[in-house]
């Protein structure tokens, strides 16, 4: 039996359309058109109405290394109350492990170099960002529209570059069978070479959030 902040690739793959990439090195599924047009319209729309510099939870001295701007959803918005709907219907995970859903804003030659989600336990900010809600479970990544030139996202380990595509959805487990994080879910949300990329990402803790 799963933990409430968990889901399987035999859970998301139930949902008609779910690929899974066949990889002995980490559980990643792709989803084409997850999310239909106007939703991520909508979704689009706070995004650019909202945002700010994106962060680094801990910083590695180089400036350039996460260079696009992001936005804290408001989840009382209806838009974000049916993104949440869709993805516990899809997952299964209890939504009280859920972090905020957050928005990201790629303009051209904005990128983040390549990172994974999960936080090292012996890094500095452990005890500030997982004392209370433990490590980082699964990654949902939704792209919102299609980008004329660039704005890949690279998963180096396994050679593969996934593009970004209206209403496409990425999600990985962050951590190897044994609870420890993946190295090999490094991923670079690559440079946009020409237009705008719209991304959503959910992320899932071992506990509640709070």
């Given amino acids: 039996m799963l933990a409430p902040g968990e889901s399987s690739p035999d859970i998301l793959r139930a949902m ?3 690929k899974q990439v066949p990889s002995p090195k980490l559980e990643l599924l792709v989803a084409d058109g997850f999310l239909p047009a106007g939703l991520c319209g ?13 962060t680094l939870a801990d910083h590695n001295g180089d400036d350039y290394f996460r260079t696009s701007e992001t936005c804290d959803l408001d989840p009382a918005q209806p838009a974000v109350i049916e993104l949440e709907r869709r993805l516990r219907d899809f997952n299964g995970i209890d939504p ?17 170099k390549q990172h994974t989600d999960w936080f090292d336990p012996h890094g500095k900010d452990w005890e500030e960002y997982c004392t209370v809600a433990g490590q980082r479970t699964w990654t949902f990544m939704i792209y ?17 570059t996934f593009q970004p595509e209206t209403g496409k ?3 990985w487990n962050n951590r190897k069978a044994d609870g420890s994080g993946n190295v090999n879910t490094l991923h670079h949300g690559m ?3 020409k237009g705008v990329k719209y991304v959503i990402t959910k992320w ?7």
Avoid: M
Avoid at 42 to 54: K, Q, Y
Avoid at 96 to 112: D, I, L, M, S, T
């Fill in 169 to 171: 959805l990425l999600c």
């Fill in 96 to 112: 009280a492990h859920g972090e905020p859903v957050q928005g990201q804003r790629y303009a051209v030659g904005q990128e983040f």
């Fill in 42 to 54: 909508e979704l689009i729309e706070l995004i650019d109405a909202n945002r700010r510099p994106s």
């Fill in 191 to 193: 440079k946009v070479r």
């Fill in 144 to 160: 919102l529209n299609e980008v004329e030139a660039g704005g890949g996202t690279r998963f180096k380990v396994i050679g593969k």
């Fill in 204 to 210: 899932y803790r071992e506990k509640p959030w709070g």
């Fill in 16 to 18: 008609g359309g779910v």
